[in-house]
């Protein structure tokens, strides 16, 4: 093999095409079909810094405003206008329902036993509440129709069906009923709707 400058989808089929032993004969043009990027010139690949192909390909494939609120704040770009970020209505949350703080407080007395929720599943980091190693949901609407838009509504998520909303919720959050509320809301979801009928 030739050692030419290769572009991306070049060297990723030499490198498939390593593995096989096989012989390359030359076809004249007029047996030759459309040229593919196999057969294409060195001349017309792009050179220089300025030339639009090679900008081009450095475009961004996910804009910021379709990621979810957890990869906005990995990557430093503030929520869309409008929506409040998801800590703000953690904080929210807490102040509207007293629940997961009386179990933050037994926890902290070393209580044993409560009749509504199992205190071996529950522990407290950085001052939240979290059941089975995931964070505990209060009951305050504005924090679970943020968390169904980020997990259901968002392009990266693409309007998955309750099961599968079901498991990408529960691997990080938890509530009682969660089932129950993603039903009804997914129930409720134009989108869903239309793509259904």
């Not at 949350?93 to 071996?120: H, N």
């Not at 392009?155 to 909303?165: D, F, L």
Request: hydrophobic share 30%.
């Amino acid at each position: 093999m030739s050692t030419k400058l290769l572009n991306c989808r070049q060297a990723r089929w030499s490198e498939f095409l390593s593995r096989f032993d096989f012989k390359i004969v030359y076809r004249p043009g007029k047996a030759g079909a459309k040229p593919d990027a196999l057969t294409r010139r060195s001349g017309d690949l792009p050179q220089e810094e300025g030339d639009e192909r090679i900008t081009e390909r450095q475009k961004a494939v996910l804009k910021p405003q379709n990621l979810p609120d957890e990869l906005r704040l990995l990557a430093d770009i503030p929520p869309p206008v409008g929506r409040p970020p998801l800590e703000s209505l953690l904080v929210e949350a807490y102040e509207a329902d007293p629940f997961p703080q009386s179990v933050l407080d037994d926890l902290a007395k070393g209580t044993q036993r409560r009749k509504d929720i199992s205190l071996s599943l529950c522990a407290e980091a950085n001052g939240r509440q979290h059941y089975d190693s995931r964070l505990f949901v209060p009951e305050h609407d504005p924090l679970k129709l943020h968390l169904f838009h980020t997990y259901h509504d968002s392009p990266t998520a693409g309007h998955q069906a309750v099961k599968k909303t079901y498991e990408l919720l529960s691997q990080e959050y938890y509530w009682t009923n969660m089932r129950r509320d993603i039903e009804r809301y997914l129930a409720n979801c134009h989108t869903c709707k239309q793509t259904r009928t």
